[in-house]
């Protein structure tokens, strides 16, 4: 037995660390979005704006609006929203480790509490009355103030329910996706193994490595993120694989621009896409070609280009195998969204598949 196989059945046995991104939440799981953030502040600024003027229009005496009405409202309700939200902010780690019904019922208390407090502020200092507090005007602002943060936080719940379920949905369909693989490599693969067993032993026993290392990948569906890096070592184990079958005929060139080896891809993203160029622009050709792969940064996006000839067109003809164009597609919109884009072109005999990923990092947890 070599030493590199002993080397492989070492590390075969440690537990591989998982990958994270920068983008996973540090907070635990909660249904009330971060209103620390300036986005969800604006947006409850907003709404509550527009509270603040269906109001006004309803209570306009003449007219279509009752715009000192309007005003005064609105200074007391950007206030109340605004302190609300910063305890909220505060208090957010927190209640996330609470019940749905405690977190509840502390959130409509800090906004009762915090309406009170501006209400006897406005009645005693900023509009007094000779009567006194109005208890009962006070009361219907405490009243109305707790129906809307109820029916606002069942909005944020059923949000939160979607957004689970949605990703649930996502995880098994990614799950399904990568599960896939073409039976024809393995066989292939399998066949130039034996062949070289006699001939060769050395080489035979690096080919069950990297086949074993690209089914250990292909098993591996609990990552939906992995390094650049990483999804380029199983490429290039690939294609020795397939060296070996192909011999002269299958030439690679790697140009790989620096500073992408942590660019996040979802896993074996471009294996299918090398192997069909290799089913469909190398092994149709008599005379072979070569197999180009670059990989560059443009602002905000990551570009993947992986090019080869077109088939002979004296040779057999294939209609060619889209499902691995397909399911890549599939797996990166469920992913990055709209934001991925994987399109082919052909231009002067040359056939590009073209990835575009937004820049997104994808480390390893030490």
């Not at 302190?83 to 019922?105: E, K, M, Q, V, W």
């Not at 507090?133 to 009361?139: E, G, R």
């Amino acid at each position: 037995m070599s030493k590199k196989w002993s080397q492989y059945s070492i590390v075969a046995t440690v537990k591989e660390t998982p990958l994270k991104t920068d983008k996973q939440p540090k907070t635990p799981e909660f249904f009330v979005p971060d209103l620390c953030r300036v986005r969800a502040v604006f947006l409850m600024l907003v709404t509550s704006e527009l509270l603040v003027l269906v109001l006004a229009v309803v209570q306009a005496p003449q007219g279509w609006i009752d715009w000192s009405y309007f005003g005064l409202l609105s200074l007391f309700v950007q206030w109340a929203t605004l302190t609300s939200a910063a305890f909220i902010c505060l208090l957010r780690p927190r209640l996330a480790n609470t019940g749905i019904a405690r977190a509840t019922t502390v959130i409509v208390l800090i906004v009762v509490l915090d309406v009170l407090a501006f209400s006897l502020f406005a009645d005693r200092v900023l509009h007094p009355s000779p009567g006194g507090v109005d208890w009962q005007t006070i009361a219907k602002k405490l009243l109305l103030a707790a129906l809307i943060t109820l029916m606002v936080l069942r909005y944020f719940y059923l949000q939160h329910q979607w957004q689970q379920q949605r990703e649930a949905q996502m995880q098994a369909q990614l799950a399904s996706l990568q599960a896939r693989i073409r039976p024809h490599f393995l066989f292939n693969s399998m066949n130039t193994i034996a062949s070289l067993i006699a001939s060769d032993p050395v080489k035979a026993e690096d080919a069950v490595l990297d086949l074993s290392e690209l089914f250990r990948a292909n098993l591996r569906t609990d990552q939906q993120l992995v390094p650049l890096a990483r999804e380029l070592e199983l490429c290039r184990r690939y294609l020795g694989i397939e060296t070996l079958r192909l011999g002269e005929r299958l030439q690679t060139e790697w140009h790989i621009a620096e500073g992408l080896e942590q660019q996040a891809i979802p896993p074996l993203t471009l294996q299918p896409l090398l192997e069909n160029a290799v089913h469909h622009g190398i092994q149709s050709r008599a005379e072979g070609g070569t197999i180009r792969v670059e990989a560059y940064e443009k602002g905000p996006y990551a570009y993947l280009l992986i090019q080869n000839p077109e088939p002979d067109t004296n040779g057999p003809r294939h209609n060619g195998n889209q499902v691995g164009l397909a399911n890549t597609r599939a797996r990166l919109t469920a992913v990055f969204g709209e934001q991925a884009v994987l399109k082919q072109s052909r231009h002067n005999g040359i056939h590009t598949v073209t990835l575009r990923l937004p820049r997104q990092t994808a480390r390893m947890e030490h």
